[in-house]
């Protein structure tokens, strides 16, 4: 049934029904904390995400929606609307997670899309353009880099057997494979011929800004950029008590003192500038050798595309002048490399308005951690909406949002995407 408009505008999300899949979503992978936080593990194309793929997807099925799975493991339900011929509206984002992930980061923004189909079947009424619900493979890019790596190839940023012929970090599985593996690899091709009308992302702000200043929603107007580099140690493995300190050629040394220079950049460019040490493998890592080998990540991100070039510039030169001082070879790799992204400005003035208009305080921002927004941004225009983040935590179990904070960001949601699937056609 066609509704007039303020019959559409009087429509709300069920958020017990909503909080009810976050959790049953979270309950696989899940990891207890000592204080009774609670996340969930589901890396990348492991049999956890195998899992929680088939949850989702049942959900999708229950709905009546049509599911289509490519040739990357993008998953996507579409709803159909009146008007066959118009491009559908697209929600989405990721359930994969990280090790430590929260049952919120990603999986708000998928389950609230189904949330927002499962009210508009409930209330009987059919948009003017179908509604479609999609899960990215590997936003996370924490097994398989670079992030957002199923968005990247669905709008054509990357080539499909490129992304398919990806190694893990953890256990040097082909991603190929691991799709093949847990059942995953779709019919559907990847990149997708057709673009959505438009795409919008609910997701968790991942800091403390909302939460600090006691406002509901945050209207996202970007992405900021992302350098992520593998960097290679190769020094000289030696016996820990009888090698002199002048003789060393000490990996884990540089290690330390490249976290530290880190650091040290961030404090010096200022401008937003972050950087991380994320992850470090230490070999033979035994208490009494020097050690070989050691392999580590640099994840530098900062709003402004010449500060984030000038911090890789001078992380570049640091470590040339590292390995010559400690006489190791050091060789570096890009993992990830994304400008910042600006999202399309009548898409945040619609979040925006909408959000007023359901009497939420709105504050704009940019988004510190990358989404599969800034990948659909490319090919449609794109806007995020977030909800406030206790104590800015994620990529922590402690990961927790609360539930009027989720109700407030849902109905956002529900009511941009009502208003977007009424939009005319605009070829
Ligand atoms: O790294 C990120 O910002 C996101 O969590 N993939
Ligand atoms: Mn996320
Ligand atoms: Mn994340």
Known sequence: MM????????????????????????????????????GNARLALTDTDRAGRDLVVTWMRDLGLDVAIDA???????????????????????????????????????????????TLARHDVVTERGVQVAFFTDE??????????GSLVYVGGLALEEALDIVAA????????????????GPVPCPHPAAPHAYVELHIEQGPILEAEGVTIGVVEGVQGISWTEVVIVGQSAHAGTTPMRLRHDPVYCAGVIAAYVRDLTRTLGHDQVGTVGRVDVYPNL?????????????????????LQEAERRLGTFLEELSLDEGVEISTRS?????????????VDRVESTAQRLGHSTR???????????????????????????????????????ASDIAAGANVLLQVVVDLAQDAPTD
């Open 364 to 402: 704009r921002m940019p988004s510190g951690a990358g989404h599969d927004a800034q990948m659909l941004a490319r090919i449609c225009p794109t806007a995020m909406i977030f909800t406030p983040s206790v104590n800015g935590l994620s990529h922590n179990i402690a990961e927790f949002t609360e």
């Open 140 to 149: 996370e890019g924490a097994r398989f880099a670079p992030d957002m790596l």
């Open 335 to 347: 993992l990830a490399r994304f400008e910042p992204v600006a999202f399309d400005a009548r898409m």
């Open 72 to 118: 990357l493991g993008n998953v996507v339900g579409t709803r159909e609307g009146a008007d066959r011929t118009l491009a559908p509206v697209m929600v989405g984002s990721h359930i994969d997670t990280v090790g430590t992930g929260g049952r919120f980061d990603g999986n708000l923004g998928v389950l609230a899309g189904l949330e927002v189909i499962e």
């Open 287 to 307: 208490v009494n050798v020097v050690a070989s080998r050691v392999v580590l990540t640099v994840d530098l991100r900062n709003t402004d595309e010449s500060m």
């Open 3 to 38: 509704a007039g408009e303020s019959r559409l505008h009087d429509l709300r999300i069920d958020v017990d029904r909503l909080l009810r899949r976050i959790d049953a979503l979270g309950e696989i992978g899940r990891i207890d904390g000592p204080n009774g936080e609670w």
């Open 170 to 185: 953890d256990d040097g599985a082909r991603l190929g494979d691991e799709l093949e593996r847990i059942g995953y690899a």
